[in-house]
């Protein structure tokens, strides 16, 4: 079974989290949302990830 992830915030401390994430085996993270779409858009190409929202509820709906 698979936890799927949606980060919110896209900020300084965001790759950290990302990283930890990765790592952890059963954990998917599909999407990623801040209020700065092109900081979100950057930090899903670091990442490859697919999913990038600049609404947190529209996120949740759609992916998680």
């Known amino acids: ?3 799927l992830v949606g980060l919110v915030g896209c900020g300084y ?5 990302l990283l930890a994430w990765e ?3 059963g954990v998917n993270v599909v999407a990623v949302c801040d209020n700065h779409i092109g900081r979100a ?3 899903a190409a670091k990442f490859g990830i ?3 929202y600049q609404n947190y509820q529209e996120m ?3 992916e998680i």
């Open 41 to 43: 858009k950057n930090l």
């Open 1 to 3: 079974e698979q936890l």
């Open 13 to 17: 401390i965001a790759p950290t989290h």
């Open 23 to 25: 790592n952890i085996t």
């Open 60 to 62: 949740f709906e759609k």
């Open 50 to 52: 697919k999913f990038i």
